[in-house]
């Protein structure tokens, strides 16, 4: 029997679909049904509803397919896979904490902050703050801050929002003794720095310094104070303290190859070309055992630092040049615009040199892509 | 099957078909057979039954669905092709029409897309009433429509921005020209014949006319639509190839909503038609920002179902799936570009709790031809999840996604169908990154990377891959993807023209990932790169170039790599760069991995003779050079044969031969032992064995091994026959045969000048007029009289006007000798004394090259007078012509000697002349002084009774000797 267009479009008309959302308006409709969420995850559709969250941690032998249960700057407490005992693990070695489930405006903040779309990332995390469970709360306030804080690397007119962030994390979450505290006390004292404020950026990192929050943050307390002094251009005393942190055999390897890197930056500021060059190429660059998540953004720093090195020994020799400018193209290679700083330096420098070589329509290029990919940074003002 | 109902769904298979170029950069022959026979199809209106058989007359239904089998699922044109010839012995003359059209069809198929145009452009000439010529036009504007998605597939793949931009100027010309213009021309024609026959309607009072014209105007109806629905499809195909911030894609994208609702509205004649038109409606208001609206629309098809009673047609239950599954995907994509996941997610979750759990009825195995939608549907529903907040759901249906879909078995039962989907799935994942997802895995970012780098967004690309890198998963998994991001960094810059990056990339991978699966492929691309931008612009990119020759050298794999190597040996060899073009020559190994196993390469043993090649040219001492090189090649030989390979041993023994018969010394017998069995044991027309047998001829006949010389020209001619060995070939024993002074070999040579000028290689019609000039000398000596006096005419011919005295003397001089060859001997002397006359000092002071010959030819003359009359004032001008031609001789003679060696024909000529002089000494009884000539001789050359003159003539000046005696 012959299918009639009138038919077909009556059928259409009639559907529970068309009815709905002639009725209510589909949204509405919706919005009257709760909870159907649950329903649709309890393995309704097929597919699996497996919530499965994930520790990083040093060494590369990661957690997957875990529960965890709690989080602090102490310890991390899980559960594995059909077992109902916890399992706990010292927060010394935990370098990420993935969450199998959590809103999505705290998704879209992270995602934000990964590529670099910083406002973005204010805008989502600043509802993600206030909605949810607390994990997923303290979860969006601290990433919350850490975009102010890039936002206000940028704009110092942002950074004393990115302090009251940071402080107002640390006030709610310090006494419950939340994992990215530490990183917060870090973050706030780099805030202060950026600001100017070199005393209150000691005074952030004073918990840190006294072993409050644990031997791993004793460390991190003076490195914070190394980059402090190394924002003051004190090359000596911010190179010695870089040094006391990365010959500690307590840094791990994060925290070890950020001291390298900023005992080379010491050495560039010294204008100790070929030393800093030794530096990141035997303590960072050839250095093979250190965890490669880690690496790649402090590789990227480690070339950029090689390249300024190359930059600032070639004295218009242009084969140095073309080294430096290989460098500087190798940090952007790999640095993220999550990285923002970093590829933009790497973009900029590259620039300069490409100028530098006489590579007019490189040096048009790299204009270009650093006001398409770091609009706001202070290298493409 | 329903007529209807074939009619609705081919209708729309162009539409398909277009759609997967678009989205897949790649338009696969399968689709490309779809098009065309659905087009077929949809004019025909063919109904189809279950079997299949060759018949006689008209074509049956069951004849034509054979035919598409044949062009869609086996995609075979072949044998197409082959039943198409044997039923058109037995067709009727519309069958006949229709079987050619098929047979445009299959050149389509194959991708012949201009043959297939011009097939149908004739077809729509001879057949006027076949229904398919009336769809002419509209077949070209679709084969249009694929060369368009053809230049943007190339544009993709362009790996420079120059060509990336003229394969865009391409296909927007091509979409303006050829698709949208003809378009809008014909939809504008269609409504004028529709409105004027509707009038004519109107405005018919005779009920049977109106009737008649009442049919005229449902056709002219059917085809309008057809026409305007094309548009839609066209703008919605064309829409999908332009990159997403552009501000035309977005005006195309409103003028789409426009015209597909317009359809929808007033256009009711074919309903799958109608609902297609409604998809494309809601997927370009979802496109033009407007995503609760799309979604609305969409939803309007998720739950659509055949009307009349069960059971229905497979095809019609397909078409019914497709679009459920295309609205509702397209309803999911909406929500989550408008950042709505939840919204997404309760649509979702509406469906399978109220409607049906299975919703919209997945099956397993998916139908292939709805496989690639169904896979759409579900990373839109996985992007709803992750985007929603139901992370580990999404992630792990888009893991299950991938799972099933790029899988070994998928790439080898159907590669062009596996890419198709997970191009799909990649487009769909890169949307995941713009809505500001992040925290995923390496695997997800590389997939997404790919997808912006289909999407025509190379720094979209390069930016995606960047962030696999940041990931801290570093499992040997992640660090495969991670590897596979930095490939994709370097082809995304290489697209975007940022080469230096690309390089950078490539090494990146190389030196951090040196276990990945792609590192063969990187090293050679880094080694390329650099190889270019080092000797472009020297500097550091020129100290780079060692560091990328060792990163190959230790990390190439497969064929491709060893092939790299061996022409980077040839580079460097050329550059006269020895020791590196021998290292590069013996990495080259005798096998490699193509990924099924283990492979001989093809040309082992011809690197490995260049190896030894270069150590011959690298070494001091000639001895020892030769003795090592040699020894490296006579190892292989063993190998080579037990090998058969053929074209190997002959490169060794080209090779062994060259060391033993080189610039740097001659070794003849060694030559010849090492080239010989080439000749002998080998066979075939390799053009290995083609180079060593023509060296081991060339030294046959530098030799004046003239007998074995004939057997390696015969082996020459017998395979390359059309080659320029036997060109040359001919040529060397041309001149082996003319060093001999026998008169078998003089005629010899003569026979063979005539062989030679036939050969298409010899060029002989451009040749100089002064080669025809020594050609013709050889004919003349060999009495090819006539072919030496046409070949002269034509040298003198050629040299008219060329105001060049020395091919003046040298016709002249060439017609005299050939008057003495032919006994006319006052002819030859009256030419040559006017010659002398007027090239009196040239001639005496040698100052052209035949002077020394023009007073030897002369001195011929005046012997041939002489033995006429015996007038003794012949002798003595003989005597002052001979006399004066050897005192040039001489001259030219210690010149060469100098030089260190003496051709073989100048040595012959020079004596030739001494023995014309003596004997003309001893006509005039001046013996003693021919005796003084002969022992002045010998004592130069040694004393006592050496022999002096080359050994065809010795003896003649030893018979001289004894008679003067």
């Known amino acids: 029997m012959p299918v009639t267009m009138k038919d077909e479009w009556m059928k259409l008309a009639n559907s529970p679909i068309q009815t709905a959302h002639a009725a209510r308006g589909w949204n509405r409709w919706i919005l009257a049904v709760p909870a159907v969420l649950a329903v649709l995850t309890s393995g309704l559709v097929g597919h699996s509803s497996l919530r499965a969250d994930e520790i990083i941690v040093t060494g590369g032998r990661n957690y997957q397919g875990v529960t965890i249960s709690t989080a602090t700057w102490e310890q991390v407490e899980y559960r594995l896979p059909g077992v109902s005992t916890s399992q706990k693990l010292s927060s010394d070695k935990v370098l990420e904490l993935r969450f199998s489930g959590e809103p999505a405006n705290l998704s879209r903040g992270r995602g934000a902050l990964e590529q670099g779309d910083l406002e973005g990332a204010v805008s989502a995390l600043t509802s993600a703050s206030s909605q949810g469970a607390d994990r997923h709360r303290s979860n969006a306030s601290y990433l919350l801050a850490e975009a102010l804080l890039r936002l206000g690397q940028q704009d110092s007119s942002k950074l004393t929002a990115a302090i009251g962030a940071f402080d107002a994390f640390i006030a709610t979450y310090e006494p419950k003794k939340d994992f990215y505290v530490p990183y917060a006390r870090m973050g706030l004292s780099a805030a202060y720095k950026s600001s100017g404020k070199w005393s209150d950026a000691l005074q952030a990192l004073q918990p840190l310094a006294q072993g409050d929050l644990g031997n791993k943050w004793v460390l991190g307390g003076t490195l914070g104070k190394a980059e402090v002094l190394l924002a003051q251009e004190k090359w000596t005393e911010a190179r010695e303290m870089f040094s006391s ?94 990285n923002g700083d970093i590829l933009a330096e790497s973009l900029f420098r590259a620039k300069s040199v490409a100028r530098e070589l006489g590579l007019n329509d490189r040096v048009e290029e790299l204009t270009q892509r650093l006001q398409k990919l770091a609009p706001n940074s202070v290298w493409n003002q | 099957m329903h007529d209807r109902d074939v009619d609705a769904r081919d209708g729309e298979a162009g539409v398909e078909l277009m759609e997967s170029c678009n989205r ?140 990336r931009q003229g394969f865009i100027e391409k296909r927007d010309r091509l979409w303006e020209d050829e698709v949208r213009r003809i378009l809008k021309d014909n939809i504008r024609i269609q409504n004028s014949d529709v409105d004027s026959i509707q009038a004519r309607v109107i405005a018919e009072k005779d009920s049977e006319r109106k009737g008649t014209l009442a049919q005229t105007l449902v056709e002219k109806v059917q085809i309008r639509d057809l026409w305007e629905f094309q548009e839609l499809s066209a703008i919605q195909v064309y829409c999908g190839l332009l990159p997403d911030e552009s501000a035309a894609k977005s005006a195309l994208f409103d003028e789409l909503a426009l015209l597909s609702k317009q359809f929808v509205d007033l256009r009711y004649d074919n309903f799958a038609r109608r609902y297609r038109a409604q998809l494309i409606y809601g997927k370009a208001l979802a496109a033009s920002g407007r995503p609760q609206e799309a979604a609305a629309e969409l939803e309007l098809l998720v739950d659509i179902e055949p009307s009349g009673d069960p059971p229905y047609d497979p095809e019609v239950i397909r078409f019914i799936r497709s679009m459920r599954v295309e609205s509702l995907a397209g309803s999911l994509a909406a929500y989550n570009r408008a950042s709505m996941a939840t919204e997404a997610l309760d649509l979702l979750e509406y469906l399978y709790e109220e409607v049906d759990p299975n919703f919209p009825y997945r099956t397993t195995p998916e139908d292939p031809e709805i496989a690639p939608l169904v896979a759409v549907l579900d990373v839109e529903e996985a992007i709803s999840r992750i985007a929603g907040g139901d992370r580990s759901t999404g992630l792990s249906l888009m893991a299950q996604l991938i799972q099933s879909y790029d899988t070994v078995e998928n790439w080898k039962a159907d590669p062009s169908s596996t890419r198709e989907t997970l ?221 058969r390979d053929v074209s190997g041993e002959s490169s060794l023994r080209y090779e062994l031969g060259r060391i033993y018969w080189s610039d740097r010394g001659k070794d003849p017998s060694s030559a010849i032992e090492a080239l010989k069995p080439v000749l002998e044991e080998l066979s075939g027309s390799s053009v290995y064995r083609e180079g060593a047998i023509l060296l081991l001829h060339e030294v046959f006949c530098a030799e004046g091994q003239l007998a074995e010389a004939e057997k390696s020209l015969a082996e020459i001619r017998k395979n390359w026959s059309t080659e320029h060995s036997l060109v040359a070939g001919t040529y060397y024993l ?34 100089a007029p002064a080669v025809k000039l020594g050609l013709a000398s050889i004919l003349i000596d060999a009495k090819f009289s006539a072919e030496a006096a046409t070949m002269l005419a034509e040298a003198q011919q050629d040299a008219e006007g060329a105001g060049d005295p020395v091919l003046d003397i040298g016709v002249a001089y060439f017609l005299a000798k050939a008057a003495n060859a032919a006994g006319k001997h006052r002819d030859a002397l009256a030419s040559l004394d006017d010659l002398i006359d007027k090239y009196a000092d040239e001639t005496y002071n040698g100052a052209y090259p035949d002077a020394p010959f023009v007073l030897v030819q002369r001195a011929t003359a005046n012997r041939g007078l002489y033995e006429a009359n015996r007038d003794d004032s012949r002798l003595e001008m003989m005597a002052d012509d001979l006399r004066s031609a050897l005192a040039i001789l001489d001259q030219r003679r210690q010149s060469m000697l100098f030089g260190g060696e003496i051709p073989p024909l100048f040595e012959r000529d020079y004596w030739s002349t001494w023995l014309q002089y003596l004997e003309v000494l001893k006509a005039r009884k001046q013996c003693e002084q021919v005796i003084g000539l002969i022992g002045s001789r010998r004592l130069k050359a040694g004393g006592g009774t050496s022999a002096f003159a080359p050994e065809s003539l010795q003896p003649r000046f030893d018979q001289l000797e004894k008679e003067c005696q």
């Open chain 2, 423 to 643: 191009d799909r799935l990649a487009r769909g994942i890169s949307r995941l990154l713009e809505m500001s997802v992040g925290n995923l895995t390496p695997e997800l970012y590389v997939r997404a990377a790919a997808g912006f780098r289909d999407r025509g967004q190379p720094m979209k690309a390069a930016e995606a891959a960047k962030r696999a890198l940041g990931c801290r998963n570093d499992d040997k998994s992640s660090r495969q993807w991670k590897a596979k991001a930095l490939y994709e960094i370097g082809e995304s810059c290489d697209a975007l023209g940022r080469v230096e990056e690309a390089a950078i990339a490539y090494q990146v991978l190389v030196e951090r990932f040196p276990e990945s699966d792609v590192v063969a492929m990187a090293s050679q691309n880094f080694f390329a790169i650099v190889g270019d931008l080092g000797s472009d612009r020297g500097g550091a990119w020129a100290e780079l170039i060692p560091v990328a020759e060792k990163l190959f050298a230790d990390n190439s794999q497969g064929l491709g790599s060893e092939q790299l190597k061996l022409q980077q040996a040839s580079e460097a060899e050329d550059r006269g760069e020895y020791s590196k073009a021998r290292d590069l020559f013996r990495r080259i190994g005798s096998k490699y991995d193509n990924g099924a196993g283990e492979m001989t390469v093809p040309f082992f043993y011809r690197a490995r003779a260049g190896g030894a090649r270069c150590l011959f040219r690298l070494s001091t001492d000639l001895e020892q050079g030769t003795r090592d090189a040699a020894g490296e090649i006579r190892a292989l030989l063993g190998d080579a044969r037990s090998d």
């Open chain 1, 245 to 338: 942190v990365a010959n500690d055999s307590r840094a791990g390897a994060s925290m070890g190859t950020v001291a390298w890197l900023g005992y080379a930056s010491c050495q560039l500021g010294q204008k100790q070309w070929s030393s800093a060059t030794d530096t990141v190429r035997q303590k960072v660059l050839e250095n093979r055992d250190r965890n490669s998540s880690v690496t790649t953004a402090s590789r990227a720093r480690a070339w950029l630092i090689w390249g300024r090195a190359s930059q600032g020994q070639a004295s218009g020799d242009r084969t140095q040049l073309q080294w430096a400018l290989i460098r500087y193209f190798r940090a952007a290679v790999i640095a993220t615009t999550g």
């Open chain 2, 24 to 163: 897949t950069g790649h338009c696969h022959l399968r689709g490309i057979a779809l098009l065309c026979v659905s087009i077929g199809m949809s004019l025909l209106a063919t109904s189809g039954v279950g079997a299949q058989s060759l018949g006689r007359g008209d074509l049956t239904s069951e004849e034509q669905l054979l035919l598409r089998e044949l062009l869609i699922s086996y995609n075979s044109p072949d044998l197409a092709r082959i039943w198409i010839d044997s039923r058109k012995k037995t067709a009727s003359s519309s069958a006949r029409a229709s079987l050619e059209y098929y047979l445009a069809d299959a050149a389509r198929v194959e991708g012949d897309i201009d043959g297939y145009e011009e097939s149908i452009r004739t077809l729509a000439r001879k057949y006027p009433n076949h229904i398919r010529s009336k769809g002419a036009k509209l077949e070209a504007v679709l084969a249009a429509m694929l060369r368009l998605t053809d230049a943007n597939t190339e544009a993709v793949f362009a790996t420079s921005p120059a060509d």
């Open chain 2, 734 to 767: 041309i001149e082996a045969c003319k060093v001999s002074s026998t008169v078998e070999n003089s005629r010899r040579a003569g026979e063979l000048v005539l062989e030679w000028i036939e050969l298409p290689g010899s060029q002989f019609d451009e040749i």
